[in-house]
């Protein structure tokens, strides 16, 4: 997910489960305190010094008035039963007789009969438990909301510490998808901050090697013209015979080699085409016609109508030519007819080559698109040609600001994948 961090399976992910489970334990330990060690504790020594101030204030003799200021000052609720009427400070108390019964069979019960001197009876009745228990609940959830609080600060702090192991990770897949020129921004100057240093240099190389790579691969093109050049014309002057057909046909090899690579070469970073709307569809059907007497045949599966897409014409030629024409030269003797389909995804036209042939090994898939690599090492001229067919296609799809791709079949053989966007943006 680009901009962001996948919380699962990723080191973001690890920390924040850390984050989440300490402060869910950390809730547990507080929420066990309270409610098995200080709420009944508490609330024993309330229950007994409440019983204790009752007696006192029986034992003085609490007339109504006090008993009403007792109420609204401590909240303790009277009820008074003997001598001189009956009085309550609240209509909810039951009457003393009730509340001795619920006092046998209730120990939990907050409340005390206490004999008065000189004749009656005092219920005294509070509900110091709830309270102690109310404020035990809304202390949890200032807690927890405090501890939530702390988890998305770290959350964010650990973000904007983990950011430049987010950027690593987009140009590492960037590197591995061929885009050489990237370069990560240094955001911090710590460890990861040299880690970064580190891996722009290292990408710097790559790309200088590849470069230098093509660089010679094109000069050493350039150099080998005058030389072939010459060599034909000595051929010509030679008298016909199997010795001379047979260097005709290396020379004649070498000289296609040599417009391949310097073709190549014509194609990088997009120069030299000619870009013009075409109908991908119909480009494709044709040449899937072509090809479609040559064994083990080919057919086109797509139903949909035209699909328009902004292209170089003769070069997608090529790279739907060449991927049919490898299809064709690696088949079995009982492959079935390669498929050809073409859909149209989000803004991209794709393209899909799928063959029945004998598949390219999972070691190999990712070098096939390299100049000169050939799945045969022995470089049999039976087995391929110079190993730049794949290679230019790859050239050409990118100049128009697409990917190829390949990947293996569930039975055999191996299906190519070409995404191009339906308006690269390029200049011819």
């Not at 200080?38 to 309330?46: A, F, Y």
């Not at 228990?133 to 959830?141: I, K, N, Q, V």
């Not at 072939?228 to 008298?239: Q, Y």
């Not at 991908?280 to 072509?290: D, F, G, I, P």
């Amino acid at each position: 997910m680009k901009g962001r961090f996948p919380l699962r399976g990723s080191v973001f992910g690890r920390l924040v489960a850390v984050m989440l489970g300490t402060a869910a334990c950390l809730l547990i330990i507080v929420s066990v305190f309270f409610f098995l060690a200080v709420g009944p504790g508490l609330g024993g020594s309330i229950h007994r010094l409440t019983k204790d101030y009752a007696r006192l204030l029986a034992a003085e003799g609490l007339d109504e008035a006090s008993a009403r200021k007792l109420a609204g000052r401590s909240q303790i609720d009277v009820r008074y039963e003997g001598p001189g009427g009956p009085w309550t400070t609240s209509r909810d108390l039951p009457s003393i007789d009730a509340a001795e019964a619920t006092l046998r069979s209730r120990n939990s019960y907050e409340a005390v009969v206490v004999p008065r001197a000189g004749g009656g009876r005092y219920l005294f009745s509070w509900d110091y438990g709830r309270r102690i228990s109310e404020a035990h609940g809304r202390l949890l959830w200032l807690l927890l909301a405090l501890v939530v609080s702390i988890v998305f600060t770290a959350h964010f702090a650990i973000r904007r510490l983990l950011e430049p192991l987010r950027l690593l990770h987009e140009g590492v897949t960037r590197l591995g998808a061929g885009e050489l020129d990237v370069v990560v921004r240094r955001t911090s100057q710590d460890e990861l901050g040299e880690l970064t240093d580190a891996f722009n240099g290292m990408a710097g190389r790559v790309r200088a090697m590849v470069r230098d790579r093509d660089q010679l691969l094109l000069d050493v093109s350039h150099e080998l013209r005058s030389p072939l050049t010459r060599m034909k014309v000595a051929l010509a002057m030679l008298p016909d015979g199997d010795k001379k057909l047979r260097m005709e046909v290396d020379v004649a090899e070498m000289e296609a080699m040599l417009k391949e690579l310097l073709e190549r070469e014509r194609l990088r970073d997009g120069r030299g085409l000619r870009l013009e709307p075409h109908d991908l569809a119909a480009l494709a059907r044709e040449e899937t016609s072509a090809l479609s007497e040559r064994a083990p045949g080919a057919r086109f599966t797509s139903t949909d109508g035209p699909v328009p897409v902004v292209f170089d014409e003769a070069a997608l030629r090529t790279v739907v030519r060449n991927l049919l024409e490898n299809a064709a030269k690696y088949a079995l003797p009982d492959s079935r007819a390669t498929e050809v389909a073409i859909a149209v995804e989000r803004n991209e036209a794709v393209l899909r080559v799928k063959d029945d042939g004998p598949g390219i090994p999972a070691a190999d898939l990712a070098s096939v698109f390299e100049p000169f690599f050939r799945v045969d090492r022995s470089r049999s001229r039976k087995t391929g040609g110079f190993g730049l067919g794949l290679s230019i296609c790859r050239r050409v799809v990118e100049a128009h600001g697409g990917t190829i791709s390949v990947a293996p079949n569930e039975g055999r053989g191996v299906t190519f994948t070409v995404r191009l966007p339906k308006d690269p943006g390029l200049s011819p």
